[in-house]
């Protein structure tokens, strides 16, 4: 028998876990809300910490979903939950009965116009990370014109009580350290700095990664966050920060600077756990059965989750995510759904 | 009646009023006399205390201030208004202003008009010696009429004492139905009344249905008016002929005894020491400590009315109630240093319960003096004031950077090499931008486009950064720190040359009017300048048909009362909605910098409750004149919670020149 399993987000995580389930036989729906697939990671560049190209790891990723039905610039229009099942309506004019619902709608970047002090869409030179990953991409941006000195900004919307951000994205060190070494490769004139609170280099490679940037790079790291930025009149910025090692106030000229905007929780996701009837916790993503033993388990029976849906992730882990949840789905799937007369009972004592 | 006319034959001239007792004294005397004795000694000591605890220029200040007749004038004015008639609650809550000053009037006319009466009809009683202190508050049980022999005088005082003592029973009526549905008075929260309040109020409740029902149990024996009259007629015909009214005076005396003994430790001591906060607030003797001397007349002036609790933007949430500044006062007065310091620390600073305070008190000033007990003692490192060169004289005419050149292996020539503004040559205009509007950059452009646009010569005062106005400080109680910073920045502005003074932040603006003391400089906020060079044709703006509510930052309105130049100057470019709340009731936007201790769910709910009662009118746009006010409502808006329309958020330079 062939179960149909729902994968709301064709981002990464959605991806990994359709090419899964798919090999394991299920009859697999993929609705992305978008033209097209694959998230946040199409508009990427390279990854850290090895830069390898996010084509190629997208690449791969949509290889593997070979027979998975997928539907884009689609979204749910209603669902309603049956016995056991969830009976869904797309906005394609599909409807599907589905035994397991899988939500992957990851994260949105934060809106840096929200810290005003730093201009985004007020001065001209100051760009966001994925601004600078579509110019890698592109090469084309106005702003960006051989600049001699370039700022990057950690923590914009992340660990940020004020913009009401408090988690860690734990994406953006890694990326700035990225960003700063590609700038310094693409402009080896430049002098780039780092302006962080505290790096939080965790992964494998991450450390190597850093000392690369200021070996190899020069690229210059000064702990303190940015206070304000103001503009020049030939439209330089001037940025003023506090150096919390050397306990000084400090301020510097830049041709350019670089707002790492952290993951927010998805607003399309949002909405789609209200139609759905999910938790959320105080920081806005979705609440998990067990943060430790069920991490890809809803609060509600079929209902799994997977990737930064349920908080922030690198790449390795939305994928590793991802592959639990189809482990997860499966063995719901075979243990606990096709018991029709214990299923309640069952999902009391297994959910 | 009874017929008394045989006792009185044989006096020849045969007077209205007879002194019925000749001791002029009975027991029931006692509790009243003992309780009012005991609150007027601790009122004499506590005054004494208090006189020895101001500084002795304050004393002398407020001794001349008594003498001086404009002041004098001022204060009759203001104890009538404000003691007597509640005329402040009476503006914003009548039914409320009816019930204060039904009681506060009502009663301070019976006990004047008890006086007159002795004065009038038995003068020696009002001999201390003799029985004063209780004799014309009890008169009506020591006197006989003469029934054959009342005069229109008396009976003219008998209407009168029957009507105030009815004007209170209505009084005291609306006040017990205030104590459990206190919403229709107007207020949705009332004070917690502690051990002493309830003994005080519940004998205040009591004692004057006990007046009336001691006086009309002897009025047939003392006289009565409309109401009395007929309540001793009704009482005679429940009871018979002989009326026992020993038992009704015993138990009023006993009601004012423990009203006079509960006092001192009971929001009701305000009724005497509001009058002392008055004399002393405009004598202009202010407090330098939260709890001694001045304040110590303030914090009991405080009435524990509970209008603070509604004006608090921190009682969106039932939890912040403990926070409000009566209970402030209340752990003020009884020492509890732990709570004190929690409370004070939480305050956003808004200045709405002192602007609604029908007694002037000033909490929010206390809460400063109270952080400075405990702020004011941590060490700083000004270093960076003399590095900057701030402190050094300038070359007239130039404005100095005050951020020293860039460490940390930035090279000096990091920073442009017009790191010096050159101020206009015949000096005009200085434009300070301060901390808060740096970080609203779109403030900044916005009003260097309307300085262009009505061709006004300015100097950019802070352009590469400056120095802290001191405000922040000084709400955390940091006095002696903001000294510093106030000093260096007020060089700065002096050798600058300027003529005016134009800030963007209403933060800045309040502390440069009241603390710089800039000779010759007129400082205005930008609201006022803006508006200014719109009314004098300067500033060509066009009127559109956007609908847009002001927001009154409270920095500038209640804290600086500056409330009409920012609505004429946005009136001329667009359709100005009313908010629910404004002018000195708008509402804290949430952000204010004043709150060392509120965490940012608690400062988002505000903002909420803030949003909601702008957006009553249905504006379009939300004008705010601080950038403080700009950020969090741009935040707020953003997040966009509870909202049901659209709305854009602007500042006040934004929506002039757009």
Redesign the interface.
């Known amino acids: 028998m062939k179960n149909n399993i729902l994968i709301i987000g064709g981002g990464p995580a959605g991806l990994e876990a359709s090419a899964q389930l798919q090999r394991m036989g299920y009859n697999v729906i993929l609705i992305e809300r978008s033209p097209k697939l694959g998230g946040h990671l199409a508009k990427w560049d390279r990854l850290f910490p090895d830069r390898v190209p996010a084509d190629e790891v997208l690449r791969s990723l949509l290889d593997a979903t070979e027979g998975v039905k997928c539907f884009t610039d689609t979204d749910i229009r209603a669902i309603n939950r049956l016995d056991k099942s969830y009976n869904v309506r797309l906005t394609n004019g599909i409807t599907v009965l589905s035994d397991a619902v899988l939500v992957a709608s990851g994260f949105d970047l934060f809106?840096a116009v929200?810290k005003?002090?730093y201009?985004y869409g007020?001065?001209n030179q100051v760009m966001t990370n994925a601004d600078l990953e579509a110019y890698f991409r592109t090469g084309e941006d106005r702003r960006i014109e051989n600049p001699r000195?370039v700022g990057f900004v950690h923590c914009v919307g992340s660990r940020d009580?004020?913009?009401?951000c408090r988690s860690c994205s734990k994406v953006c060190c890694a990326t700035a350290v990225k960003q700063a070494i590609e700038m310094k490769q693409a402009f080896p004139e430049a002098e780039v700095?780092c302006f962080y609170m505290d790096l939080r280099l965790f992964g494998r490679h991450y450390e190597d990664l850093y000392l690369e940037a200021q070996k190899e790079y020069g690229v210059?790291f000064?702990r303190g966050r940015v206070?304000?930025?103001?503009?020049?009149?030939d439209g330089?910025l001037?940025v003023?920060a506090e150096?919390t090692?050397?306990s000084?106030?400090?301020?510097?000229?830049l041709d350019l600077l670089v707002l790492m905007a952290g993951m927010r929780p998805s607003a399309s996701g949002k909405a789609l756990g209200e139609l759905l009837g999910m938790n959320v916790e105080d920081d806005g993503y979705f609440a998990v059965r067990s943060g430790i033993a069920a991490g890809q388990r809803s609060q509600q029976p079929g209902i799994f989750l997977a990737g930064a849906a349920t908080g922030p992730k690198t790449l390795p882990e939305t994928l590793a995510d991802a592959r639990a949840a189809a482990m997860e789905v499966d063995r719901y799937l075979t243990e606990v759904f096709p018991d029709a007369r214990n299923y309640k009972q069952l999902v009391k004592e297994r959910w | 009646m009874t017929p008394l006319s045989y006792l009185l034959a044989a006096q020849a001239e045969v007077p209205e009023v007879i002194d019925r007792i000749p001791s002029g004294f009975s027991y029931f005397v006692i509790p009243f006399t003992v309780g009012v004795a005991f609150m007027f000694c601790w009122l004499g000591v506590g005054l004494i205390r208090l006189l020895a605890d101001i500084p002795k220029e304050d004393r002398i200040k407020f001794g001349k201030s008594l003498f001086i007749p404009k002041v004098a004038l001022k204060n009759i004015k203001e104890l009538f208004c404000d003691c007597l008639f509640h005329v402040k609650i009476w503006q914003r809550k009548p039914l409320l202003g009816y019930m204060h000053s039904a009681i506060a009037f009502g009663w301070f006319m019976i006990i004047i008009l008890g006086h007159i009466e002795v004065a009038l009809f038995v003068p020696a009683r009002l001999n201390v010696t003799r029985g004063g202190l209780f004799y014309p508050i009890f008169y009506r049980y020591f006197v006989w009429m003469n029934p054959g022999h009342t005069t229109l005088r008396g009976s003219f005082f008998f209407f009168l004492m029957d009507f105030f003592l009815l004007y209170i029973l209505s009084g005291i009526a609306l006040a017990i139905f205030k104590r459990f549905r206190s919403i229709v008075l107007g207020m949705r929260h009332t004070t917690k009344p502690s051990f002493a309040d309830r003994v005080a109020l519940y004998s205040l409740w009591m004692i004057f249905p006990l007046r009336l029902l001691a006086e009309s149990f002897t009025a047939d024996l003392s006289g009565g008016s409309f109401l009395t009259i007929p309540v001793n007629q009704f009482w005679h015909f429940l009871f018979g002929d002989k009326l026992w009214f020993m038992p009704c005076w015993w138990a009023y005396s006993i009601c004012l005894g423990l009203f006079f003994a509960a006092m001192p430790f009971s929001r009701y001591m305000h009724i005497l020491t509001e009058v002392l906060w008055i004399l002393l607030r405009n004598a202009g003797v202010k407090p330098n400590h939260p709890r001694k001397g001045v304040a110590e007349a303030e914090i009991y002036a405080c009435s524990s009315c509970g209008l603070c609790l509604d004006a608090c933007p921190m009682n969106v949430q039932k939890k912040n109630l403990k926070y409000s500044s009566v209970y402030f006062i209340r752990f003020l007065r009884r020492h509890n240093e732990k709570k004190i310091n929690a409370i004070a620390d939480k305050c956003l600073m808004c200045d709405k319960c002192h602007a609604l305070c029908p007694v002037g008190v000033d909490a929010p000033a206390l809460r400063r003096a109270q952080r400075a007990t405990v702020n004011n003692t941590m060490p700083y490192n000004y270093a960076?004031l003399d590095a900057s060169g701030s402190v050094q004289p300038s070359e007239p005419g130039r404005v100095h950077s005050r951020?020293?050149a860039?460490?940390?292996?930035?090279s000096p020539e990091?920073?442009?090499a017009?790191s010096t503004q050159p101020c206009h040559a015949n000096p005009g205009v200085l434009y300070f931008a301060g901390?808060m509007t740096?970080?609203?950059?779109?403030i900044?452009?916005s009003v260097e486009k309307v300085f262009k646009a009505a061709g006004v010569e300015y100097a950019f005062a802070d352009?590469?950064?400056g120095i802290c106005c001191g405000r922040p400080l000084m709400l955390a109680g940091r006095t002696d720190a903001a000294a510093k910073v106030i000093e260096a920045n007020k060089q700065m502005i002096e050798a600058s040359g300027c003529k005016t003074l134009v800030l963007s932040c209403p933060i800045c603006y309040k502390i440069f009017k009241e603390e710089y003391h800039l000779e010759g400089i007129n400082v205005v906020h930008y609201t006022q300048f803006i508006n200014e060079l719109i009314a004098a044709g300067r500033l060509d703006v066009k009127k559109t048909d956007e609908k847009i509510v002001y927001h009154d930052p409270c920095e500038l309105g209640r804290g600086c009362g500056v409330y009409l130049e920012p609505r004429a100057a946005l009136s001329q470019v667009g359709t100005l909605v009313k908010a629910s709340k404004e002018y000195d009731e708008s509402i804290c936007c949430g952000g204010s910098l004043g709150s060392l201790t509120l965490?940012?769910h608690d400062r988002?709910k505000i903002s909420q409750a803030s949003l909601q009662a702008l957006l009553s009118g249905n504006p379009e746009t939300i004008v705010t004149a601080c950038p403080l006010c700009l950020?969090t409502f741009?935040?707020a808006v953003?997040?966009g919670e509870n909202l049901e329309q659209h709305v854009k958020v602007k500042d006040f330079a934004e929506a002039i020149c757009p």
């Not at chain 1, 000084?248 to 000229?253: E, Q």
């Not at chain 2, 860039?406 to 930035?410: D, R």
């Open positions: 809106n929200r005003e002090e201009g007020i001065y000195k009580e004020k913009a009401g700095f210059r000064i206070a304000e930025v103001s503009e020049n009149f330089t001037l003023k150096d090692v050397a000084k106030p400090l301020k510097v000229t | 960076y951020f020293a860039a460490e940390n292996g930035l990091s920073a442009p017009d901390c740096h970080l609203t950059p779109r900044i452009k352009r590469e950064g965490d940012t988002a950020k741009s935040e953003s997040r």
